[in-house]
């Protein structure tokens, strides 16, 4: 009891001596020179302290009779508390080289004694000499630290580089200045190499890190020196490719000369070589260390598995977590579709992490995984990392563990997912040959060829309404300001009264019986004949015979005169004339479809040829004859079906993509090369296209369900009907007003949507490409031996073509950016 009791005490009296002690700090410069005033400070939050007991120390001469001075009061408020530091210094100084060692001082202060611990401070001899001119500011270089470089480094290896500058503490230079945003970095010129950014805690990037200190040089103790302010910039450097790595530094420092009276400010250059260094290629994998993961340095690498136990058609998340000193960004996903039977894989997901100062770096790469049976099982996975500090491969070796049970899983459209195992081989392999060719079936018939590029389909007739609708509304303007200004005419009123009555006047004579007829002619329609003619209402029918230029017609009113002409008697219509005339103009109007059918026999018989060859697995044949159908400057939708059918049928899932693609510009509205192009983006893990989930995929879905010149089609066609709207709207004084705003609204959603369509799936300047080729490696630069930026591609990747050159196309997906061969990429739409 006594003894738990003293301990408890002594860590009381322990804390207390700490509390008291903590508000307390001393510290003086670890090394000074022989004859140098020293300054050994004492600070305080409590209030002015007394220095009690100060020690004789053999070498060193305190001043100031051995009283601190008061320096300075310094205020700092946090979290809304105020606290006042008192800074005192003791003066001394010492006047031989060698380590003093200055025992323990009372400190006294408001809260009361303390004792300060022993101090130590060596002090060296100092040059009577300042250094010559090229020793005031020196820029030095080194790798990883060390002064001298190393013999070799690998290609794609972080290495840090450690920039030195060093300035004489009498160089009279503007360290605000210096620190600025401006001037506080040295340049880096360094050929075949890539700097890479340190990411700081707050998330932010820099290129480099810098820390300042002072330091004697030379460094050793013995010798005499001087005093240098150091600066020591810290930046990583990876090598592009295989050769030498090497190059220069260069900084700028603000130096002012003159006196107090004439002060002239200059930037006074420094540089120093980046020593060069020999790049070797990562050496090959002579044994089985596992598939490369893109990692070079010192790396640790983890599998794990969420959950640990699901049913059958649940996903699960595989992940791979890499931690660890190298270039993170080189990190790549390997392909584990061949590995993991059993499984649908879904295309995996990386993050990385950059390492921040003093951390490491660290990367995941995500697999979702979807169990198809019971009989699924993760393999060992074996996963290999380059070190380049021994030259070897890493393998690292995981077994991931997983339960998987039985569940009521159905996959899309209700279809249980099936256990290939239970089927047998031989039954799966016939089963799912049959399951594609069913629903990729083949065109039986050729469809017509599109003129490319589109717009020429429709360049003939747009261009003609374009200049037709204008006119039609200018020659509808005259004509109504010729009616208003007739308006006031006599001759203008009777024949336009005239004209209502027409049909009136018709209709009583070819319903009057023979006896009434010459009655009627006499009261309705000579009246009608003299206002057509403008005669005077008291005109005789002689005087209308007179008047008019058809001599059958002037016998008739005059039969009618005497009542001796019986009309309609003899007036029937010939019924065999007519059909003959419908006849000729019918042939008239079927002769260009003849033509066509005729053009396009040859077409059909090989068109059936290739189809036939299709069906009978002779795919490469039937591909070589659809290709041959091709027509220079023009598309067939049918014949990209098929072709997509084709290489689909070869296991070309990309090619297949980029038929399907092209035939759904040219038959936008054909749901068979819609549901095909589904089909085989499923089998690529792609998601459907077509499909409205929001507001806007459905305006999207309206709009391509005309190509681009239908669109402009359809806008020349309202652009007519805009005008001719306006124009009977004039003509007739109102009425057709809103019809004409209605239809110039149409005309700009078809504008519109013509134009959205040419800057997306029909464009041809960074247009959208498709990669065909598996595991295409992705590189930073257009050259085979360049690094790779992000791995590698599979068949079937949507990508943006950038540019393209003779061998390499640059592609970008999101924001990521580099160059594969131009062999692995097809371009959706060319023209």
Same mark, same amino acid.
């Given at each position: 009891?006594?003894?738990t ?11 207390f ?5 903590? *508000?307390?700090?001393?510290?003086v ?37 051995r ?9 700092? $408020?946090?979290?809304?508390?105020k ?12 006047n031989?080289?060698g380590?003093i060692?200055?025992p323990?001082?009372?400190? #006294? ?30 820029l ?16 794609? @290896? ?11 503490e009498?160089?009279?230079y ?15 010129? $360094?050929e ?6 340190f ?18 040089i030379?460094?050793d103790?013995a010798?005499?020196g ?40 200059q ?25 490369y ?10 599998v794990e ?8 058609g649940?996903?699960? !998340? ?12 080189g /990190?790549?996903?390997?392909?584990l ?22 951390y490491?770096?660290?990367?995941? #790469?995500?697999?979702v995984?979807?169990p ?9 996975l074996k ?7 021994s ?64 717009w ?18 200018l ?15 006599t ?7 005239? @004209? ?7 209709? *009583? ?20 004949l003299?206002?057509?003619l ?28 005497v ?13 065999g ?23 396009g ?16 697995d002779?795919v490469?044949a ?45 038959a ?14 499923? @089998? ?20 391509? *369900? ?12 309202v ?12 003509w007739?004084?109102g009425g ?20 959205? @369509? ?13 990669i065909? /080729? ?10 085979m031996n ?12 949507y ?6 050159? !003779? ?25």
């Amino acid at each position: 009891m006594a003894r738990t009791t003293h301990i408890q005490l002594s860590c009381l009296l322990l804390l207390f001596a700490v509390a008291a002690f903590a *508000k307390v700090t001393v510290s003086v410069e670890s090394t000074v020179f022989v004859g140098e005033q020293v300054q050994l400070k004492f600070s305080s939050d409590a209030g002015r302290i007394q220095v009690r007991n100060v020690p004789n120390v053999p070498g060193v001469r305190w001043l100031n009779n051995r009283q601190p001075q008061l320096v300075q009061n310094s205020t700092v $408020i946090t979290n809304g508390r105020k606290t006042v530091t008192t800074t005192s210094v003791l003066f001394f100084i010492v006047n031989r080289p060698g380590k003093i060692r200055i025992p323990s001082m009372t400190i #006294i202060d408001p809260n009361g004694a303390a004792k300060t611990g022993l101090i130590v401070v060596d002090v060296r001899k100092s040059l009577i000499q300042a250094p010559v001119d090229d020793k005031l500011v020196q820029l030095k270089v080194a790798y990883n630290g060390n002064p001298d470089p190393p013999p070799a480094i690998y290609l794609g @290896q972080d290495i840090d580089l450690e920039i030195t500058l060093l300035i004489y503490e009498k160089v009279n230079y503007d360290r605000r200045r210096l620190w600025t945003e401006h001037y506080a970095y040295p340049t880096i010129s $360094i050929e075949n190499a890539l700097q890479r950014e340190f990411v700081q805690s707050n998330g932010s990037t820099a290129r480099m890190t810098v820390a300042s200190d002072t330091v004697i040089i030379p460094e050793d103790p013995a010798e005499p020196g001087h005093r240098y302010d150091r600066l020591t910039f810290k930046v990583t450097i990876a090598a592009l490719q295989s050769g030498v790595v090497g190059g220069v530094v260069t900084h700028r420092i603000p130096i002012t000369r003159g006196n107090q009276w004439r002060r002239q400010q200059q930037f006074h250059p420094v540089s120093a070589e980046v020593p060069q260094v020999k790049v070797l290629p990562v050496p090959p994998d002579t044994g089985d260390a596992g598939q490369y993961i893109g990692l070079i340095g010192d790396w640790s690498v983890d599998v794990e598995v969420t959950p640990e136990t699901v049913t059958v058609g649940d996903d699960v !998340t595989l992940a791979l977590r890499v931690s660890g000193r190298g270039n993170i960004e080189g /990190m790549a996903a390997p392909r584990l579709d061949d590995k993991l039977a059993g499984f649908k894989v879904y295309p995996p997901e990386m993050t990385r992490q950059p390492r921040r100062l003093g951390y490491k770096s660290q990367g995941t #790469i995500e697999w979702v995984l979807v169990p198809v049976n019971t009989n699924a099982r993760l393999p060992e996975l074996k996963f290999a990392t380059f070190n380049a500090a021994s030259g070897k491969w890493i393998s690292t070796s995981l077994q991931p563990q997983l339960t998987i049970k039985p569940g009521a899983y159905s996959g899309n459209g209700g279809t249980p997912l099936v256990d290939d195992h239970d089927r047998g081989p031989e039954i799966a392999v016939v089963e799912d040959k049959h399951k594609a060719t069913d629903i990729l079936h083949i065109k039986q018939q050729p469809g017509a060829y599109v003129q490319l590029p589109l717009w020429r389909n429709v360049q003939a007739p747009v261009t003609i309404m374009a200049i037709a609708a204008p006119l039609v509304y200018l020659l509808i303007l005259l004509l109504a300001a010729q009616r208003e200004k007739l308006a006031g005419s006599t001759t203008f009123r009777r024949r336009r009264e005239a @004209q209502k009555r027409r049909g009136q006047v018709f209709r *009583k004579v070819a319903k009057a019986p023979a006896s009434e007829l010459p009655e009627v002619i006499r009261t309705e329609l000579v009246p009608y004949l003299l206002a057509m003619l403008d005669l005077p209402p008291g005109t005789t029918i002689t005087e209308l015979k007179e008047k008019l230029n058809d001599p059958e017609l002037a016998v008739m009113i005059e039969c009618a005169e005497v009542g001796g002409f019986m009309p309609g008697s003899d007036a029937e219509i010939d019924s065999g004339a007519l059909l003959q005339r419908v006849r000729k103009f019918a042939a008239i109007l079927l002769l260009p479809l003849l033509v066509i059918t005729a053009c396009g026999s040859e077409t059909i018989g090989t068109f059936t040829e290739a189809t036939r060859a299709y069906e009978q697995d002779r795919v490469a044949a039937a591909e070589s004859t659809y290709r041959d159908l091709q027509q220079p400057q023009t598309g067939n939708a049918a014949l990209l079906y098929n072709l997509g059918n084709c290489a689909f049928r070869k296991g070309e899932y990309g090619h297949a993509i980029v038929f399907y693609e092209r035939a759904r510009r040219l038959a936008p509205r054909d749901s068979d090369i819609v549901e095909n192009l589904n089909f085989v983006r499923q @089998q690529v893990n792609l998601p459907k296209i077509g499909i409205s989930d929001d507001p806007l995929s459905l305006v999207v879905n309206l709009r391509d *369900k005309l190509r681009p010149d239908e669109w402009l089609l359809a806008a020349g066609v309202v652009w007519v009907l805009c005008w001719l709207a306006f124009g009977i709207n004039r003509w007739r004084h109102g009425g057709l007003r809103v019809v004409a705003i209605v239809f110039a609204v149409l005309c700009l959603v078809a504008l519109w949507a013509h134009m959205a @369509q040419i800057q997306s799936a029909y464009r041809t300047a960074n247009s959208a490409g498709v990669i065909v /080729m598996h595991n295409t490696p992705v590189h930073r630069q257009p050259r085979m031996n360049s690094t790779t930026a992000e791995g590698t591609l599979d068949t079937g990747t949507y990508i943006t073509i950038a540019e393209q050159r !003779t061998e390499w196309v640059r592609i970008r997906i999101d924001e990521a950016e580099g160059w594969v061969r131009r062999a692995a990429v097809e371009q959706i739409w060319e023209r």
